[in-house]
């Protein structure tokens, strides 16, 4: 089998250095997002997202989901041909919206704990 899968030839298996920091964004924001959702919750928040309202009330769960999803995403990224460009816009997307999801809860928590 060697460098060939089915009928597709890998020729470079080098993977951007940007992909890898995508990649980890991904799954570093998740992990953040669900800590800080926990402590939202804990002073006195809610969970917006109602896919994963049932699941905050435990540990484990959300944040096994959150990484297996995060986990999929960076490796269906890093194992993109070099040249495709369409999974490195959408996981940098990703990124985007999970950075802001993070910078709001990080505001909601500090304004609940004010209160």
Same mark, same amino acid.
């Given at each position: ?14 993977? &951007? ?10 799954? @570093?924001?998740?992990? #953040?997002?669900? @800590?800080?959702?926990?402590?939202? @919750?804990?002073?006195?928040?809610? %969970? ?13 769960? &959300? ?6 999803? #995060? ?9 993109? &041909?070099?040249? #495709?460009?369409?999974? %490195? ?7 985007? @919206? ?18």
């Amino acid at each position: 089998m060697g460098d060939v899968l089915g009928s597709l030839r890998l020729t470079d298996t080098t993977v &951007p250095v940007r992909r890898l920091w995508l990649a980890a964004g991904v799954v @570093l924001l998740n992990v #953040a997002d669900v @800590l800080l959702t926990k402590a939202v @919750l804990h002073h006195g928040g809610v %969970e917006a997202n109602p896919m994963m309202a049932g699941l905050m009330g435990g540990f484990a769960a &959300p944040l096994g989901l959150k990484m297996v999803v #995060a986990g999929v995403a960076g490796i269906l990224l890093l194992l993109c &041909p070099p040249d #495709a460009k369409l999974g %490195e816009r959408a996981v940098t997307a990703v990124v985007a @919206l999970y950075s802001v999801i993070v910078v709001w809860n990080t505001v909601v928590l500090g304004l609940l704990a004010l209160r």
